[in-house]
T-cell receptor, first 112, second 111 residues
Framework: EAGVTQSPTHLIKTRGQQATLRCSPISGHTSVYWYQQALGLGLQFLLWYDEGEERNRGNFPPRFSGRQFPNYSSELNVNALELEDSALYLC???????????FGSGTRLTVV | GQQLNQSPQSMFIQEGEDVSMNCTSSSIFNTWLWYKQDPGEGPVLLIALYKAGELTSNGRLTAQFGITRKDSFLNISASIPSDVGIYFCAGQLGQGGKLIFGQGTELSVKP
């Protein structure tokens, strides 16, 4: 069974640009979660999508947005990039059950 | 953002020693989870706990869901070099939905 796949693995952008990060969940999983992990810090919840709808949102500005497609894959968009947006962005999926998440390996976003 | 209090922040131990780390929260959770993260990778689920007082083992790992539902601990017995990494606790309030993560415990094991 393929795990959660994220692309690209690394992304370098300049301040003010937009970044688009992609995630494919495990087959059959309908929920997708996005987390930000800044260097040396824990994981901060960004967004939760289930069945194509945004279910919950973390304490991040509106320039962080996303969507979930009919095939349950998901996109995270970050507009007007700032230096402090540099972080590992992790996507996870679940079956909307009690089994916890399965994480992808992340996209390392560097803003210069 | 909201986080759990996880301790210790880091541990340096000798191979073969036992390790203990814990998480506390001011909020009640219905599920406690323990993850391990290796450098450059996403966290991997180690143990999931669903009931207050539950004690669950996974090989050399043992975790417990605190009776108050506000804390959890993870023990690793007879540590080996591949146990090196960052261990995160996470709490979940309901089925599905976001996880609240601790700050992580960085484990170093000297051979």
């Amino acid at each position: 069974e393929a795990g959660v796949t994220q692309s690209p693995t690394h992304l370098i952008k300049t301040r003010g640009q937009q970044a688009t990060l992609r995630c494919s969940p495990i087959s059959g999983h309908t929920s997708v979660y996005w987390y930000q992990q800044a260097l040396g810090l824990g994981l901060q919840f960004l967004l939760w999508y289930d069945e194509g709808e945004e279910r919950n949102r973390g304490n991040f500005p509106p320039r962080f947005s996303g969507r979930q497609f009919p095939n349950y894959s998901s996109e995270l968009n970050v507009n007007a990039l700032e230096l402090e947006d540099s972080a590992l962005y992790l996507c996870a999926s679940s079956l909307q059950s009690r089994d916890g998440y399965t994480f992808g390996s992340g996209t390392r976003l560097t803003v210069v | 953002g909201q986080q759990l209090n996880q301790s210790p922040q880091s541990m340096f131990i000798q191979e073969g020693e036992d390790v203990s780390m814990n998480c506390t929260s001011s909020s009640i959770f219905n599920t406690w989870l323990w993850y391990k993260q290796d450098p450059g990778e996403g966290p991997v689920l180690l143990i999931a706990l669903y009931k207050a007082g539950e004690l669950t083992s996974n090989g050399r790992l043992t975790a417990q869901f605190g009776i108050t539902r506000k804390d959890s601990f993870l023990n690793i017995s007879a540590s080996i070099p591949s146990d090196v990494g960052i261990y995160f606790c996470a709490g979940q309030l309901g089925q599905g939905g976001k996880l609240i993560f601790g700050q992580g415990t960085e484990l170093s094991v000297k051979p």
